[in-house]
């Protein structure tokens, strides 16, 4: 069987203490899959872009900062994730040094900082929270998961780091 996956980026900006992430409330619109949770910023690749260049537009467009430092912390192939079941292979990032004064909302709602030991007591999707601790430890590894969802629900998720 033919694997068409959506490909996605998602970057988790640190603030210079190292104790925040800049995430977004997904509050502006009210039919948003993502309606009421927190993420990450990112988005869909294009065409002509790699995944880094996919990042950084995404940050730019999603909080008005320019990425001057990111590590690719891990990917994630999330089947049945997308609203009507579609597949989505994700690019996770870790962006360490950004310039630039972040926005305080966009089109899909507020950003602020948050910090990253309290993440857990967010409203977001559950898998994020199989994942998320990878993103910001000091493994110099990246993790490689797999997380398939149905109906809206992880059904599993395991991963191996490299």
Not at 32 to 42: A, E, I, P, S, V
Not at 56 to 79: D, H, Q
Request: aromatic share 12%; net charge negative; charged share 25%.
């Amino acid at each position: 069987m033919l694997y068409t996956p959506i490909l996605g980026t998602l970057g988790f900006v640190l603030s210079p203490d190292r104790q925040h992430t800049l995430l977004v409330h997904r509050n502006a619109r009210p039919h948003d899959d993502h309606f009421g949770k927190y993420n990450g910023l990112g988005g869909k690749m294009r065409p002509d872009e790699d995944v880094v260049s996919c990042i950084k537009r995404e940050i730019m467009e999603e909080a008005g900062i320019t990425c001057e430092e990111l590590k690719l912390r891990g990917t994630i192939n999330w089947t049945g994730f997308g609203a009507a079941g579609e597949d989505w292979l994700g690019f996770i990032f870790r962006i360490d040094r950004f310039s630039g004064t972040p926005f305080t909302e966009n089109p899909e709602g507020t950003l602020a900082w948050q910090r990253i030991d309290r993440l857990g007591e967010l409203p977001m999707w559950e898998g994020d929270r199989f994942f998320l601790p990878m993103v910001f430890d000091d493994d110099p590894r990246s993790f490689h998961g797999h997380m398939p969802y149905l109906n809206h629900q992880p059904v599993s998720w395991d991963f191996q780091r490299v």
